[in-house]
């Protein structure tokens, strides 16, 4: 799976995790008044729109971790000391 995919999905579910908490905290007093339906809905609208977004803009960490692995060297022979 490409990385920008699998960070956007991550993004996205935890975007979703944080508009439930904030839905049902905003809704309901006791368990029984939760309206699970706007809950539901909210989150998944919240999932969606963070993937897209996600998807669209890219995300820095996945940039970061490009240029890293992208310039990442070898380390010179001298460089290496062993413990010999």
């Known amino acids: 799976m490409n990385t ?5 999905l991550i993004r996205a579910l935890w975007t979703f995790c944080e508009v439930a908490v904030v839905t ?3 809704n309901a ?15 998944v609208l919240g999932f969606i729109v963070a993937f897209l977004k ?4 890219g ?7 490009k240029h890293i ?3 990442a060297e070898e ?4 460089e290496v000391q062993d413990d010999e």
């Open 59 to 65: 995300l820095p960490e996945v940039e970061y971790a």
């Open 29 to 43: 007093t006791f368990l029984s008044d939760v309206n699970w339906m706007m809950v539901l809905s909210a989150s």
């Open 69 to 71: 692995y992208m310039n």
């Open 4 to 8: 920008l995919i699998k960070a956007s």
């Open 24 to 26: 049902i905290g905003t």
């Open 75 to 78: 380390p010179d022979d001298a």
């Open 54 to 57: 996600c998807i669209a803009t």
